[in-house]
């Protein structure tokens, strides 16, 4: 607003219709024009607000929804909520006495909340490896966020001959945290699959994050990568990057993220155990292997 307020003081800011009377203020005729235009500001600052909010924040969210983690932080992660809403005001499951657990699930419930995430669907364009491996590792992760480069960079690759045996396979799953550019990066990601180019897409928006290239993440810089990544049809992508299914499923993922108490990007549910943050190669190789048979 202080743009605005120094506007008024210039005689060609182009507001003349602000003029005034003897006795001060506004003319008494102009006083509903200029009412009626501060209520429609203070509307779509509202509106702008509450967007942000529910997308997370802006690009400029703070560091702490990215993390890192050690194999104590795994032990020690609280279980997640069952019946939670999403981030915040969350209310604990309570008895017939109307009274609050202090424990709102054992590990035995925790553990099976944790399973039924994984969802082994067959068509799932998202997901790698055979239906009934052993374990399924679900990762949430946002394209913009350098700690899911990092891992994908220095420890996915470690889980192929995993995947190429059988044993596990992995569900990716939107959550994005950093705003409006990180839907924008799913959505790309998304159009590219459509085109059979999913993974080579994901590759390349972590491996530039990884190597700090600081991209726009505009239509440009969206179509570069498609072009890179080889997506054949570069319209029929432009045109997959507005699909309104698309982003219900990106946001759906998200408050499915949420419901589970997962705020931080990445996070990864290993089987049964939940994963807040960036395990080093070694440490989830460690932990993949203890779910093993």
């Known amino acids: 607003m202080p743009r605005e307020a120094g506007r008024r003081d210039r005689p060609d800011a182009?507001?003349?219709?602000?003029?005034?009377?003897?006795?001060?203020?506004?003319?008494?005729?102009?006083?509903?024009?200029?009412?009626?235009?501060?209520?429609?500001?203070?509307?779509?600052?509202?509106?702008?607000?509450?967007?942000?909010?529910?997308l997370g924040g802006d690009d400029g969210a703070p560091e702490a929804s990215e993390s890192t983690a050690t194999l104590d932080q795994v032990s020690s992660a609280a279980p997640p909520p069952?019946?939670?809403?999403?981030?915040?005001?969350?209310?604990?499951?309570?008895?017939?006495?109307?009274?609050?657990?202090?424990?709102?699930?054992?590990?035995?419930?925790?553990?099976?909340?944790?399973?039924?995430?994984?969802?082994?669907d067959p068509n799932d364009p998202y997901a790698r490896g055979d239906v009934d491996a052993e374990i399924v590792i679900v990762q949430y992760a946002d394209y913009r966020c350098w700690y899911c480069a990092q891992w994908h960079v220095e420890v996915s690759q470690a889980l192929e001959p995993y995947i190429e045996s059988g044993q596990v396979r992995i569900e990716y799953r939107d959550h994005p945290v950093r705003g409006d550019a990180s839907v924008y990066a799913a959505l790309a990601a998304r159009a590219a699959g459509e085109q059979e180019r999913f993974w080579e897409y994901r590759d390349a928006l972590y491996e530039d994050v990884y190597d700090e290239a600081n991209p726009a993440y505009?239509?440009?810089?969206?179509?570069d990568?498609?072009?890179?990544?080889?997506?054949?049809?570069?319209?029929?992508?432009?045109?997959?990057?507005?699909?309104?299914?698309?982003?219900?499923?990106?946001?759906?993922?998200?408050?499915?993220?949420?419901?589970?108490?997962?705020?931080?990007?990445?996070?990864?549910?290993?089987?049964?155990?939940?994963?807040?943050?960036?395990?080093?190669?070694?440490?989830?190789?460690?932990l993949v292997e203890s779910r093993l048979a």
């Open 14 to 54: 182009g507001l003349a219709f602000v003029t005034s009377d003897p006795r001060g203020g506004a003319a008494p005729s102009n006083r509903g024009l200029v009412t009626a235009i501060s209520i429609l500001i203070v509307a779509v600052i509202a509106l702008a607000i509450g967007l942000v909010l529910a």
């Open 82 to 120: 069952a019946d939670s809403p999403g981030q915040g005001g969350a209310q604990p499951p309570r008895d017939g006495t109307g009274r609050a657990p202090s424990d709102p699930l054992d590990a035995e419930s925790s553990q099976e909340l944790l399973l039924q995430q994984a969802t082994r």
């Open 218 to 223: 505009d239509g440009a810089y969206l179509e």
């Open 225 to 286: 990568v498609a072009e890179r990544v080889g997506v054949p049809d570069i319209d029929a992508f432009r045109a997959a990057m507005t699909s309104a299914d698309s982003l219900a499923e990106i946001m759906t993922s998200r408050e499915q993220a949420l419901a589970l108490g997962v705020t931080g990007t990445p996070t990864f549910i290993v089987h049964d155990t939940l994963v807040p943050g960036a395990l080093p190669e070694e440490q989830f190789l460690e």
